[in-house]
């Protein structure tokens, strides 16, 4: 059994969860139960990161003692992680003694060690981001960040001996490459590491700021707020010497959004080799993995609390439920790339990948294998190739999301699972077990399909756990498999009963993209209409649908193309009525589907009292003109 052990970022609670830290809680989440899906004893930690000045600021905007603050907002990150069915082990508070203890006892081992020494530093300062600029890093004069001006502050300091570890820490970081991963964010730390590396100052006169740790050797000061919130990773484990920490630090991997790369890439390895020769143990305190993911956009803009263009991450998850949000997190972002958030995409993914794919898969061969009797022995046909391809495909899949999932590439793992889904789609429309129930000669051959799908949704109901756990739980309740789920169990071949199986269909329902629908009689701006693409449209062919009384279908020219519509006026107008006339169509619509026929566009055309009449032009004009 391997042990792992794994960390999200620990949140400000200057504001609210959003979806950029649920984004991390849910990968996060998804890999500590993959992990445990394998076997593996799981250690998983997140909390919240409650002092420094942007506390201690949003305290006093809200009127209360930052430690209430922090307790309110802290507790909605917990109500928000339970609600999005959050598996971690530990949540850590750095107001917590637990915490205190071990940061005063590691700043105390580093002093003592020479690590640590008084020294004054001037530089320009962000309050928002409670760091000092760079020149190099400043932008006009203000925080690249925040875009607000940076104020300068001179003032006697500890520091911490960061520069003499750069040397080791280039070595380390190229001695072993997944140190940090994906390798675009160890490029950009080996770039940063090509300039000398400054000493780090690690604590806040109090004059300036309270809401900190004291220095346990001056208590004039506060710890640094970075020194403090890293150090969580170690301190939520009870530190050396605990055997929480003996057992799963040696195998630390740390999660974190590219925002907060270089203290996790640089800072922190650098405290734990210095505190790791402080006590003797050189290099063996340095964290396993970095694993760094890229930030979500809102159309574009960059979302975060301090911009304060955000997503409430629960709203989305009780519009949607809390399957397809993960679903849709994971699937659409690269593990290390940006991506952008819209609800359009995620209805998109609901509809396409979960709802129509997954969900069909198993309303199809639930329904099959429930209308089928079950049996413990049943007549059964040789293994036929499609039934190899099946078995091949779920072989291929554990092993590709294994891969997927040991570099934190949820994306590429879910893509492998629904590449399964296609293939067992496929697998049923072309054995057709519904025109095999008809045929009594060809009885093995059906219960070859339906033991085949039932071992495929089983293999299903496990492997999907860690992405999808609900609906993976009720997959597994329709198959009346009540084994624990476990990665050992994900192999199709092994069954060769029918089970009696319940069928499971809705497991993911379609929904309606939302509309902002302005209300009626409400005013819309020239910006609104002008997103309406209407044009000249001449009509060259028209027939009726077959089997519609109300469409019809149309061949227009848009004059540089020619266009398929379809019409819901049959009933008002022959077709030969219609061929060579000019109308106005919509030419931008998203196409649709009506009866079989792809339509892509739609024709104007107003009614009333039972009257329909097509818009025509008074004058002529070519086709593909505009209309506004
Ligand atoms: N308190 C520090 C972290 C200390 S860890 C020792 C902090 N907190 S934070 O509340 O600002 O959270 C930052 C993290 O939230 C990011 O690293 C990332 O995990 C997540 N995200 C916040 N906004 C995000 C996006 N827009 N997109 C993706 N993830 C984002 O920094």
């Known amino acids: 059994m391997s042990v792992f052990y794994l960390t999200t970022p620990i949140y400000y609670v200057n504001a609210t969860p959003h979806l950029g830290h649920a984004y991390t809680t849910i990968v996060a989440d998804a890999m500590a139960r993959w992990r445990r899906l394998a076997g593996d004893d799981v250690w998983f930690l997140t909390g919240t990161d409650e002092h420094g000045d942007k506390i201690a ?63 004054t530093y001037g530089g320009h300062y962000c309050f928002g981001c409670e760091r000092f600029y760079t020149d190099k890093e400043i932008v006009a004069g203000t925080c690249p960040d925040h875009r607000t001006p940076l104020t300068w502050i001179e003032e006697e300091n500890y520091f911490f001996t960061m520069s003499k570890y750069q040397r080791w820490l280039i070595e380390h970081v190229e001695r072993h490459p997944d ?122 803009g960059k979302m975060s609390k301090s911009i304060g263009n955000v997503v409430e991450a629960l709203a989305l998850k009780d519009r949607y439920g809390n399957d397809a949000f993960r679903y849709f997190v994971m699937r659409e972002m690269v593990f290390g790339l940006d991506a952008d958030f819209s609800e359009e995409a995620f209805v998109g993914r609901l509809n396409a990948d979960l709802a129509n794919d997954l969900g069909n898969l198993v309303a199809r061969a639930t329904t099959l294998i429930a209308r089928a009797a079950p049996a413990s022995a049943p007549h059964l046909a040789a293994v036929s190739a499609d039934a190899q391809g099946v078995r091949l495909a779920a072989g291929e899949t554990r092993h590709i999301v294994e891969s997927a999932m040991h570099e934190f590439a949820f994306s590429r793992a879910l893509g492998q699972i629904w590449e399964f889904v296609a293939v067992l789609n496929r697998y049923i429309d072309t054995t057709q077990p519904w025109a095999l129930a008809k045929d009594p000669d060809r009885l093995g051959a059906l219960n070859r399909v339906l033991v085949t799908l039932a071992d495929s949704l089983r293999f299903l109901g496990i492997v999907l756990q860690p992405f999808l756990p609900d609906a993976a739980r009720r997959v597994r309740e329709a198959l009346g498999d009540e084994r624990a789920p476990r990665l050992a169990n994900a192999a199709v071949g092994r069954l060769d009963t029918i089970p009696p199986v319940t069928k499971l269909s809705g497991l993911f329902p379609r929904v309606e993209a939302r509309k902002e629908q302005p209300a009626a009689g409400a005013r819309i701006t020239i910006d609104d209409f002008g997103r309406v693409e209407l044009r000249v449209a001449e009509v060259l062919a028209a027939e009726p649908v077959p089997k ?49 026929v792809e339509s892509n566009g739609m024709v104007l055309a107003g009614s009333a009292d039972g009257t329909l009449a097509v818009l025509t032009l008074d004058r002529d004009l070519p086709p593909g003109a505009r209309v506004r």
């Open 548 to 596: 519609s009384r109300k469409l019809l279908k149309l061949t227009v020219s848009l004059g540089a193309e020619q266009r398929t519509l379809v019409a819901g006026i049959a009933e008002h107008y022959a077709p030969a009525d219609l061929v060579g006339k000019k109308v106005v169509v919509v030419a931008n619509l998203e196409p649709a589907t009506l009866m079989g």
């Open 57 to 119: 600021q949003a305290a006093a905007k809200a009127g209360v003692p930052p430690q209430a603050y922090a307790d309110r907002i802290s507790g909605a990150f917990r109500e928000a992680w339970q609600a999005l069915g959050i598996t971690n082990d530990d949540f850590i508070r750095t107001t917590e003694p637990r915490h205190q203890t071990v940061v005063q006892a590691i700043l105390q081992t580093l002093r003592d060690a020479g690590e640590i020494y008084l020294g």
């Open 179 to 300: 140190f940090i991963r994906p390798e675009r964010y160890r490029n950009e730390i080996l770039g940063f590491l090509r300039d000398p590396l400054q000493d780090l100052s690690i604590s806040r006169p109090r004059t300036r700021l309270e809401w900190g740790i004291p220095l346990p050797f001056d208590d004039r000061y506060v710890t640094y707020v970075w020194f403090d919130a890293l150090i969580n990773y170690v301190s939520a484990l009870g530190g050396p010497g605990d055997p929480r920490f003996e057992r799963y630090w040696p195998h630390a991997q740390h999660l974190i959004g590219k925002d907060i790369l270089k203290p996790h890439a640089v800072y922190w390895p650098c405290m734990l080799k210095a505190y790791g020769e402080a006590l003797g143990r050189g290099d063996d305190l340095v964290y396993r993995h970095l694993n760094v993911h890229g930030y979500w956009g809102l159309g574009g």
